[in-house]
Each structure stands twice: as structure tokens, then as C-alpha cells.
């Protein structure tokens, strides 16, 4: 049977000191090595809006991609290496430090979180939410990166309770002032993932499948941001042309269609899944004016730029949802080889 953990039951968790889960309990993975200084570029270029995707102390296609970006952007030579002349245009920039220490909350605690996460479209269809499966999934999301980074940073038995400081990297953003006009709905997700209320305006977007990134430009051509992205996959191969983007829908209910999915299980039927950010398409759905295929979230950042997709674009659920910002109705999108 599926368990719901409630947000009253999270809370009555963490506010008494013996029952509080500690790091070791809660994380599903071990830590994994972290470079600081390499954490420390991720962080820069996040800020900036040259998506690495996690940030993990490592390095990897996301980074040399987020690194291209940067260098492109600022006129460098185009390596893809933190070398001398990048880290001299990074730093500038370097007072967004590595990590953060964050005292948590009550509301960086709640849920309700869904665990086991059916993976079932019907099953799914029955939830109320297709929430965070722990607290420690929400919290690496949170801070754009994963559980097993939380735990290399912190000691095992740090509590997750109201008012522990935990050390993240470093996603807060300059600015929660969100456009007023937004649902709160959405600005709370915009809050929980921390998404920088300030983004640049795009002109046109451009999705690279040699490169395996998403570019946002202004009406200049000059990249004004960049992100790692999941594009198509042999059975769905990513419609290359010109389409335009139509409008975005925000923590959205996702319609299963049996028929548009080749891997789909005989038998399956059409079923409306509820929001959340481990559903198909994570917290946002920008569509396209290509039938049935958008720009999207991810229950699964990790895998961004390594798995395939059903011909759609994924993103992070952060740099979706950053995305959303920077675009409007009418936008246009290039999909190119």
C-alpha cells in the first residue's frame, strides 16, 4: 500500500528531538567525493544562467556545456575547461559562495511526501499529489542538487528538524520578488525551488541536439542563458524546424495517453495524472505549437543530458521553471541537429 506522510505527521516528526530523522536514516545514497572548487564554478554559472545541471562538485557534459555557454556569452575562447581566462571572467562573480548554511523550516520540512511513488499511471492517477518521495529528495531539489551531495556536506547525524543548519550548495537566489499577477500556487514553487525572480527576456530559443543544451537568446542572437536538456530519442526523435512556444502551464495535471507512447504496456489506458514535481513532466509545461510535444520538468534531474525523452524537451525542474520566466506567448523555438 502506498504511504502518504502528511505535513502534520512531518512536523510532529521533526519538532521532538529523538524522533527527528538524522542525515544517515533519510539519504538513499552515500556521499560522493566533492570537488569545492569545481563546486564553486556550478554555483557561478547557475547564478548566471548557464545551467550545469546538478550541482555536484563534479565535473561532466553538464559543466563543459554550462562552461561553453559562459564562454561564448563573454566572448571567450570556447574550451569548455575552467581555464585561466574563464575563471578570470568568473571572478567577478565569485561573492556567490560555494555553500550555504541554511537553518531549516517547517516549511522545508513539509510535505506531503508519496512513498513508495507508484510508478503505475493508473495507480499514479489515484494520488492526490505526485509529490517528493523524502525530505531529502525535496531538500536536494531545493538546493539544485542531490541528496548524496546534502550528506557529503553535513555530518550523518545532523537532525532534520525546524532550526538545524545545514550546509547546501549555494542555489539561494538575489531576488524573491515575484510578479504579483503570478497564482501563488506557482510563486511558492518558484520559492521552493529557488528561482531568481530577475531573468532576461528571450527573444527566441534555441534547442541544440549536438549539443545537448537549450539556448535562450535576445533579439540580438546574443545567448543570454543556457541549459542542459534532454532532447528525442530514436523511437521519438526531437521535430526539427521552427515552432513557437504558446503558452506555459504551471504545476501541471499531465493527460497519460496510452497511444503517444511507444513503450506504453498492453492493456494501459488513458489516465489524468495530478500535479507534482515527480510527475512526467515535472512543474511546468511550456507547449509547443507542435502537436503533443512541449518544453518541461523532470522527476529525475540527474538524468538530464543522459537519458532519452519522448521527443520533448526536459529540464531540470529548476531551470524549467526559470525558463518560464524568461519566455512569453509567442516565443519562438528552433529545433536544430
Avoid at 499511471?121 to 542538487?145: C, D, I, N, W
Avoid at 540580438?220 to 532532447?231: E, G, H, P, R, V
Avoid at 495517453?257 to 489516465?271: H, M, R, S, T, V
Wanted: with cysteine; charged share 20%; hydrophobic share 40%.
Amino acid at each position: 500500500m502506498t504511504a502518504f506522510v502528511t505535513k502534520t505527521s512531518v512536523l510532529a516528526m521533526c519538532l521532538f528531538g529523538a524522533a527527528s530523522p538524522v542525515l544517515a536514516q533519510t539519504a538513499p545514497a552515500k556521499p560522493v567525493p566533492i570537488d569545492r572548487n569545481i563546486l564553486h564554478v556550478q554555483v557561478i554559472l547557475d547564478h548566471l544562467g548557464f545551467g550545469p545541471g546538478v550541482l555536484d562538485g563534479r565535473g561532466g557534459q553538464s559543466l563543459v556545456a554550462a562552461l561553453k555557454g559562459f564562454q561564448e556569452a563573454k566572448g571567450l575562447p570556447i574550451t569548455g575547461k575552467a581555464d585561466a581566462r574563464t575563471l578570470q571572467a568568473l571572478y567577478p562573480y565569485r561573492a556567490a559562495r560555494p555553500t550555504v548554511a541554511v537553518a531549516l523550516t517547517p516549511e522545508m520540512l513539509a510535505g506531503p511526501f508519496v512513498n513508495p511513488l507508484p510508478k503505475d499511471p493508473a495507480k499514479q492517477a489515484k494520488l492526490p499529489s505526485l509529490g517528493y518521495k523524502t525530505v531529502m529528495e525535496k531538500l536536494g531539489e531545493m538546493f539544485h542538487t542531490t541528496p548524496a551531495v546534502i550528506m557529503a556536506l553535513n555530518a550523518p547525524t545532523t537532525k532534520l528538524s525546524p532550526g538545524t543548519k545545514v550546509v547546501f550548495p549555494n542555489a539561494l537566489p538575489s531576488s524573491r520578488a515575484y510578479d504579483p499577477k503570478l497564482k501563488p500556487d506557482w510563486i511558492a514553487t518558484l520559492t521552493m525551488l529557488n528561482v531568481d525572480a530577475v531573468q532576461p527576456k528571450a527573444d527566441h530559443v534555441v534547442v541544440d541536439k549536438s549539443d545537448g543544451v537549450l539556448r535562450v537568446l535576445d533579439a540580438n542572437d546574443k545567448l543570454i542563458a543556457q541549459f542542459s536538456a534532454t532532447m528525442g530519442s530514436s523511437h521519438d526523435p526531437l521535430p526539427l524546424g521552427t515552432w513557437t512556444i504558446k503558452g506555459s502551464d504551471y504545476n501541471p495535471k499531465f493527460h497519460f495517453n496510452p497511444a503517444l507512447f511507444w513503450d506504453a504496456k498492453k492493456g494501459q489506458q488513458k489516465e489524468m495524472l495530478p500535479p507534482g514535481p515527480n510527475g512526467p513532466v515535472g512543474v511546468v509545461w511550456m507547449d509547443l505549437s507542435k502537436d503533443h510535444y512541449g518544453i518541461h520538468g523532470t522527476p529525475n534531474p540527474e538524468t538530464i543530458g543522459r537519458a532519452e525523452s519522448h521527443g520533448c524537451i526536459r529540464l531540470t525542474n529548476w531551470d524549467a521553471a526559470r525558463l518560464s520566466m524568461m519566455i512569453k506567448p509567442g516565443t519562438k523555438a528552433i529545433f536544430q541537429a
